[in-house]
């Protein structure tokens, strides 16, 4: 089976008639061995921000993970092998002495969403989701696809 058939047939799945927004399936130097039409351009310090964050779990807690510019506010994951994060806008406020103020807002109406990041031993299994897809059924695409590629040594 292709990488890209795994994408479109697992990862971009029907589940109660919603699917996920975007998917792909990384290597873990950031390379794209299959993604959906919709998966955003990634930056490579948003790659290695990932990677550190897997080996040295807690690093993207204080500053958020970022997929294609996109910030994700980090939350419940698996040290090491999975990373969780809910959709957050960033607002930032400068007073007249030039001081920054920035808030982070999570959405709760239409346009909410999050992203899952499964590694396996050679890649990185990325699920994003935007309302009404559950971040339970986020998880579940990818924490699956990414647990069976483990047990194929991939």
């Known amino acids: 089976m292709s990488w890209q058939t795994y994408v479109d047939d697992h990862l971009m799945c ?8 975007a998917a792909a399936i990384l290597g873990q130097d950031g390379s794209v061995w299959a993604q959906s039409a919709t998966f955003p351009q990634l930056k490579p310090e948003e790659i290695t921000a990932i990677m550190k964050d897997f080996e040295e779990p807690g690093t993207l807690a204080p500053t958020g993970l970022f997929l294609g510019g996109t910030k ?14 809910k959709k957050v806008h960033q607002i930032v406020l400068i007073d007249r002495t030039g001081f920054a103020i920035v808030f982070l807002i999570e959405i709760h109406n239409e346009g909410a969403g999050g992203v899952c990041v499964k590694k396996t031993s050679q890649a990185l299994i990325i699920g994003i989701y935007d309302e009404p897809l559950t971040p339970g059924q986020c998880n579940m695409i990818v924490e699956r696809l990414g647990d069976y590629l483990i047990d194929q040594g991939l």
């Open 72 to 85: 994700y506010m980090v939350i419940q994951g698996e040290p090491g092998a999975v990373i969780r994060g």
């Open 14 to 21: 029907e589940i109660e008639g919603n699917h996920l927004t």
